[in-house]
């Protein structure tokens, strides 16, 4: 089998080696009103976790019919 070749497109270029995923979730709640956050953010009180893991069963959880 042969090697893959690296992308041609100079659009790879601009493709980020490392995101700051801290930053870009940041941005998206200031500027959009997206929340992202993991239900085992160390960051939250057990209440929080709580609470964020409810709202994600609310919204996300497979309904069983």
């Known amino acids: 089998?042969?090697?893959?070749r690296p992308p041609t497109c100079n659009l790879g270029?601009?493709?980020?080696?490392?995101?700051?995923?801290?930053?870009?979730k940041r941005e998206g709640f200031n500027q959009h009103g997206i929340l992202v956050v993991a239900v085992d953010d160390q960051r939250?009180?057990?209440i929080e976790r709580q609470v964020i893991q409810k709202i994600g069963d609310r919204l996300y959880a497979q309904r069983r019919i």
């Open 1 to 4: 089998m042969s090697k893959p």
């Open 13 to 24: 270029r601009f493709v980020p080696s490392h995101m700051d995923t801290e930053s870009v």
């Open 44 to 46: 939250l009180s057990w």
